[in-house]
């Protein structure tokens, strides 16, 4: 029986290491990966909460003692997952802005899309990072806050160069740029890749509601 768990186990990390998530790294250890990708999928169907480490450890095809030596801890796998989600959000969306060019509604179109594309590519992760923040501990939290503080950061100074530069109208930038933020995140919660419409698709509607919302004046409308 033990030969067929190792074998099992090996299968299970070698799929986690080639699979696309935002939680293995490139460099890795494969039973590090598998237990990441594991924690992913068991948390987010069951809570935190109601995961427990040999909950982890059967679905990641480990013994419990590899989650320990890995992270430590349960809680320090969820902060390492919170924490890498959040890097790849907060990077993702820097490249999108950086290759958006000076137009305020294309730097909006860009980093709308990014959100909301991450979001349903990345929708596991996502409901564990708005779900779960509660299970942090004071320090833990800090830390993720400050990267989903940076995350908003970029919303609002698009947001609000666009409003200075008289692109946008909205007289409330900053709130505008939070309900922006908070309806993309929320895609989380719904989307289905069984569902009618594709990311992209999802993310173009997303985009000419962001635009709404900031009382975006076309081109011609300037003039």
């Given amino acids: 029986m033990e030969a067929v768990v190792e074998s099992t186990g090996k299968r299970r990390r070698s799929a986690a290491a080639s699979s696309g998530n935002s939680v293995v790294l490139p460099g890795d250890d494969p039973t590090a990966a598998a237990i990441l990708q594991a924690a992913v999928e068991v948390m987010a169907r069951h809570g935190y909460h109601g995961t427990s480490v040999r909950d982890l450890a059967e679905a990641a095809g480990v013994s419990p003692g590899l989650i320990y030596h ?12 919170l924490d890498r ?15 958006a060019g000076d137009d305020p509604a294309d730097r909006l179109r860009a980093i709308v899309g990014q959100h909301v594309l991450a979001h349903t590519r990345f929708r596991r992760e ?4 708005n779900t779960e923040l509660r299970s942090l501990s004071p320090q833990a939290r800090r830390l993720i806050v400050a990267k ?7 919303f609002d100074r698009v947001v609000r160069d666009g409003v200075v530069r008289g692109v946008f109208t909205t007289p409330h930038p900053k709130e505008a740029s939070r309900m922006i933020v908070t309806a993309c995140t929320a895609v989380a919660t719904w989307f289905r890749e069984t569902g ?17 919302t900031v009382g975006y004046r076309e081109p011609h409308a300037l003039s």
Avoid: N
Avoid at 70 to 81: A, E, N, Q, R, Y
Avoid at 126 to 129: D, K, P, V, Y
Avoid at 196 to 207: N, R, V
């Fill in 148 to 154: 989903r503080d940076t995350q908003q950061r970029m």
């Fill in 196 to 212: 009618p419409q594709t990311p992209e698709e999802i993310a173009a509607i997303y985009q000419r509601m962001a635009l709404d």
């Fill in 70 to 81: 890995h992270f430590g801890s349960k809680h320090d796998l969820l902060v390492t997952i």
């Fill in 126 to 129: 996502s409901l564990l990072g």
């Fill in 85 to 99: 989600c959040m890097d790849r959000l907060v990077e993702s969306t820097e490249e999108a802005l950086f290759h």
